[in-house]
T-cell receptor, first 117, second 114 residues
């Protein structure tokens, strides 16, 4: 079965550079989520999109922006990178927005490991 | 603000033992609770999802229970195997305005020794 695809899988950047992470959801999934997992930390929600519109926002720095395109893939743009941005960035998708009583899980991609030097 | 706590932080058991991982959450207004498995440096694999109206879910050697009113969940692993070694994360999906995000606990690092 098709899974969530993230690219690149690994990325090394210098401080103050920019980075773009891409996420391709499972076909027919219209909801995309981004999470950041720092070393030894639990995943933290950044932002989500439903039908190409931002649906929820978490602890995402102002230096980061994201969008969902017409083909439902999403990109996370990160500018003025800092050492503390080094983390594993996960994208997840689900077939529809979360509803009470929903059995829909969020399917996670393998993650992009970003290292800022 | 929802907070999720997992106990213990780490657990080491001999192969074949039954074990229980614990998860508690502060806001009981949840849509569902999920247990994930994460291997080192890898992605998250969903193991079980329990809707807020359910009490438990089972998959193979795994059984997860939910007591929504007390804000607790347990993951029971029967007859543990070395391949079960991983970090197990509990996550809740809240209802209401911010119902898209999952709030995770910090996980329990499980080591099953042969």
């Amino acid at each position: 079965a098709a899974g969530v695809i993230q690219s690149p899988r690994h990325l090394i950047k210098e401080k103050r550079e920019t980075a773009t992470l891409k996420c391709y959801p499972i076909p027919r999934h219209d909801t995309v989520y981004w999470y950041q997992q720092g070393p030894g930390q639990d995943p933290q929600f950044l932002i989500s999109f439903y039908e190409k519109m931002q649906s929820d926002k978490g602890s995402i720095p102002d230096r980061f922006s994201a969008q969902q395109f017409s083909d439902y893939h999403s990109e996370l743009n990160m500018s003025s990178l800092e050492l503390g941005d080094s983390a594993l960035y996960f994208c997840a998708s689900s077939p529809r927005p979360p509803l009470a009583g929903s059995t829909d899980t969020q399917y996670f991609g393998p993650g992009t490991r970003l290292t800022v030097l | 603000k929802q907070e999720v706590t997992q106990i213990p932080a780490a657990l080491s058991v001999p192969e074949g033992e039954n074990l229980v991982l614990n998860c508690s959450f502060t806001d009981s207004a949840i849509y569902n609770l999920q247990w994930f498995r994460q291997d080192p440096g890898k992605g998250l694999t969903s193991l079980l999802l329990i809707q807020s109206s359910q009490r438990e879910q089972t998959s193979g050697r795994l059984n997860a229970s939910l007591d929504k009113s007390s804000g607790r969940s347990t993951l029971y692993i029967a007859a543990s195997q070395p391949g079960d070694s991983a970090t197990y994360l509990c996550a809740v999906q809240n209802g209401g305005g911010s119902n898209y995000k999952l709030t995770f606990g910090k996980g329990t690092l499980l080591t099953v020794n042969p």
